[in-house]
């Protein structure tokens, strides 16, 4: 290939430098981010606790203690896989393509891409969804918390996680892989990000080396592989676990508590709302900017369903109920963060469609030499990601609900009666059962170290990706994002920060 030739491949703006702490950090968030989802699973569990008691006696720890309270495989870490696993997984991404396929959906171009090309999509993940969450209710009416999905998905969680961790991988290497087939004056407008061609396979292989991969494949046609994962298995995946946790937890004992109604809630409606909005994927960072690799296929197909469902893994276990006080306090957590977040991104929204629309008309602006403009008014004239403040918001209401976190298990029986019986799994040999209780105890306040992770970790992506969005704005506006910055200084919270 001539450097003429070259040069037309690759994006018109030109690698700007490594995020993420470079390939050190790259490697250490591959790896280091999927012990994470082990760690969830293993430290907070229905075994011995949350956290594990071990965790609160370091001085007492011992390598065989942890891993009986853990939960650890009995065929050790061949344990953590399983075919029949990982064949269900495969088959639900299958049924994924095949409603993506089969069902109606609304047909959209992307934006304008450097080859001057438009990608077109077809966006249908809230039918998808409707169709899936249907079967399951039918399933669960029919046969109760026994339904089979929810009780596979409880009682393979941490295969779940194996299987899901090993498509990302999979996904990540194909892509990074394939991209070198990019050619220039590409009929499919196939282009490299800007940030995924630095040379370094590890971060290259991390961030995504080509913008938006797609792949033809018989009976489906093209697939969008980037916007297929952006919004349809781990999504609907996090809502999926929920319910199957509060399956879990009907099971156990009998109700549903008020605590895991309204987390389900909440988070079910943040799902179905950007399912419904699925459209508006096309103007974000994911989609127009960042490569397809490891950081977007982790992020989508294991972190967020795995990491985002813990407080109603937490509930299915130990139940709190918040009474009218703690729901209406929750509620208006939740009810403020959302308006600020759909209202913030509807006005946009509305701004980019349509500058004349009678909602947005009023709105002051700036326009930037490149005919860009950009709003000073309205939610936009608060904040530059005024939006991130809503998110982070109902963040909150995700994790208020476990109140002060912290469970143990404890596990008791009648004395033995005679010489001969032993305190088995179970029951003795002369067949009193093994009793057990779930409480506080010395664990209480130590468990929201996980079940409050979620808020703590999103305030920290949303203001990283509020930086990253910085200084993409500056690279692209220049002196205009500096003007603009003077009209609206404050970047999520106004007045703070």
Sequence with gaps: MSKSERKSVLPAEASHGYEFGGPIGAFATSFGLPLVCYLGSFLCND?????????????????????????????????????????????????????????????????????????????????????????????????????PLWTFLWENYTQ????????????????????????????????????????NLIYDWFIGRELNPRINLPLFGTIDIKAFCELRP?????????????????KLYGSVSDSMVLITIFQSLYVFDALWMEPAILTTMDITTDGFGFMLAFGDLAWLPFIYS???????????????????????????????????????????????????????????????KLLISGWWGTARHINYLGDWIMAWSYCLPTGIAGYLVQHSSPAPMNDGQSLVAGSFLGGAPITTKVVQGEARGWGMAITYFYVIYFGILLVHREMRDEEKCLRKYGKDWEEYRKKVPWRILPGVY
């Design 47 to 147: 075994v011995a606790g949350c956290p594990i008691p071990s965790i609160l006696h370091p001085s007492i720890l011992t390598l065989e203690k942890l891993k009986k309270e853990a939960g650890w495989p009995e065929d050790g870490i061949l344990g953590l896989g399983s075919f029949k696993v990982t064949g269900f997984v495969l088959a639900y991404y299958f049924s994924s393509l095949v409603l993506q396929t089969i069902l109606p959906g609304e047909e959209s171009q992307g934006v304008v891409l450097t080859s001057g090309g438009r990608l077109k999509y077809k966006f249908n993940a809230f039918n998808s969804a409707v169709v899936v969450v249907v079967v399951a209710l039918a399933g669960t009416i029919m046969q109760g918390p026994d339904f």
């Design 160 to 199: 779940l996680i194996t299987a899901n961790l090993g498509i990302a991988f999979v996904l990540a290497t194909f892509v990074y892989i394939r991209s070198f087939s990019v050619k220039a004056g590409d009929l499919d407008h196939r282009e490299l990000a800007a940030g995924g061609h630095s040379g």
């Design 234 to 250: 781990g999504l609907l995946g996090w809502i999926l676990l929920d319910l199957s946790f509060m399956a879990h937890q009907y």
């Design 310 to 372: 813990l407080q109603a893994r937490y509930l299915a276990v130990y139940p709190v109920h918040l009474g009218i006080v703690g729901i209406s306090g929750v509620l208006a957590v939740q009810g403020f963060g959302y308006y600020v977040f759909r209202s913030a991104n509807n006005e946009k929204n509305r701004f980019r469609t349509d500058p004349n629309d009678s909602k947005v008309a009023h709105l002051k602006y700036m326009e930037t030499a490149s005919g860009s």
